[in-house]
């Protein structure tokens, strides 16, 4: 069979590596990849934009592509989905009307709230003066998201309300698009952890647990990135709190959904804060597979992906089990050293050829004139090592990117902090 992965970052490389494994599949394309999926045995990228629904589809029927799986979210959110179904083609994701869990900010705490689902209080709002208003009245710390899609940045854990109050002028101040909105939350303490499943509307397959690191510089300091690394397993999410998350948390919301008119079916992504009592609570969904998660967690997975997703898009998941590699993974992002703010492009990339000990998953990379790969985004690499304890993967992986280099490189050298003392 032949499978179609649309995307070009971390996850997307991932998510090819994974497919190309499996026995059946004869080819992995990638709409439209990185250097690093150029690059994979049995992976072919090509040039697709994965907003560009009519040419995706009109290339999977020329190219008798048996299975699409989607990586990004911006196109699920549009409606993929949707679009290829409607074509009678196979596309694993949800629909859009899934998707809005992602999509919208505003969309879902009303849904946790409507369905008794745990997550912090929040307020909506459009109006700036309103908004200062009631941060000054709530006080800091607080946390300010964008209502839409913000590529994983569009959240500020504001430490003082001078920082809420900047943040609340960048997303409803007079540069702010017009119908911009805001969900305000009160600051949850706790340890934060990503629990992804895969659903088929009705049952649903936990993944391996996982943790990610958002801020950008070591100790869990500075701005909100995409993530700056995650390992797996995730020690906080005991067996007792994954009980837990599953009671109160994955069921409730697929039954939720299911209330609402809403068959969800693809990846599900569930962004936990627990507490030191070890209760969950939602801080975000998405609808799609974590990236950096991706990385480390699929690593872990023994079990044909191709597989569990048709088996998804037949119903069948109830059948089905992902077997778990009892290993560690740790990876670590190579970033350009200005992530998340505006960085350069174009830096040649030396020493990936001479890497050994670990598996580099590229993310914003492209082959140069002379075919040499080159940066091509604020998230760079995704460097995993794989071990029987944590320190040895770890150890892995900070030792492959020593023999990495380009100019602008840079990352967190603290990446499994919390495993090593929570």
Not at 60 to 78: I, K, M, Q, S
């Amino acid at each position: 069979m032949k499978v179609l992965v649309i995307g070009s970052g971390g996850r997307e490389h991932a998510l090819a590596w994974k497919a190309a494994q499996s026995d059946r599949v004869t080819e992995v394309l990638v709409a439209p990849g990185n250097a690093g999926t150029a690059r994979e045995p049995g992976v072919r990228n090509v040039p697709l934009d994965p907003m560009d629904f009519p040419a995706l589809m009109a290339f999977v029927r020329d190219e008798g592509v048996d299975l699409t799986l989607v990586g990004p979210e911006a196109p699920l959110v549009a409606g993929i989905v949707d679009a290829f179904e409607a074509e009678g083609l196979p596309c694993f994701g949800p629909r859009a009307a899934a998707a809005q869990l992602e999509g919208s900010k505003a969309f879902t705490k009303a849904f946790l709230a409507r369905h008794g689902i745990p997550t912090a209080a929040y307020a909506v709002f459009e109006v700036l003066g309103e908004a200062e208003a009631y941060v000054r009245a709530q006080g800091a710390p607080i946390v300010i998201k964008a209502d839409g899609l913000a590529a994983g940045k569009g959240v500020v854990v504001a430490e003082t309300e001078g920082d809420a109050l900047a943040a609340l002028r960048a997303m409803l101040g007079s540069d702010a698009p017009a119908g911009s909105r805001v969900v305000i939350e009160e600051f949850m303490a706790g340890e934060e952890a990503s629990f992804i499943v895969m659903a088929d509307g009705e049952d649903f397959l936990p993944f391996p647990t996982s943790q990610d690191h958002k801020r950008r510089f070591d100790g869990d300091e500075g701005p909100n990135t995409g993530g700056m690394g995650a390992y797996s397993p995730a020690p906080v999410v005991t067996a007792e709190v994954e009980a837990r998350v599953l009671d109160r948390i994955v069921r409730p919301t697929l039954r939720g959904l299911l209330q609402d008119g809403i068959s969800y079916r693809g990846f599900l992504y569930v962004g936990l804060m627990i507490d030191a009592a070890g209760n969950p609570r939602v801080v975000e969904f998405n609808c799609r597979f974590g990236d950096p998660e991706a990385q480390p967690v699929l690593s872990r997975v023994r079990s044909d992906l191709t597989v569990l997703c048709e088996a998804a898009l037949a119903g069948r998941l109830g059948e089905m089990v992902i077997d778990e590699d009892p290993d560690w993974t740790v990876g670590v992002v190579v970033a350009m050293e200005s992530y998340p703010g505006a960085y350069p492009k174009g830096e040649p990339i030396d020493g990936l050829d001479r890497v050994q000990g670990a598996k580099v998953f590229h993310a914003g990379t492209r082959l140069g004139d002379s075919g040499a790969v080159e940066t091509d985004g604020g998230r760079v690499l995704c460097v995993v090592g794989k071990a029987p304890d944590f320190q040895g993967a770890r150890e892995k992986a900070y030792a492959a990117i020593k023999g990495v280099s380009f100019p602008s490189l840079a990352y967190r050298t603290d990446i499994g902090h919390r495993a090593v003392s929570p």
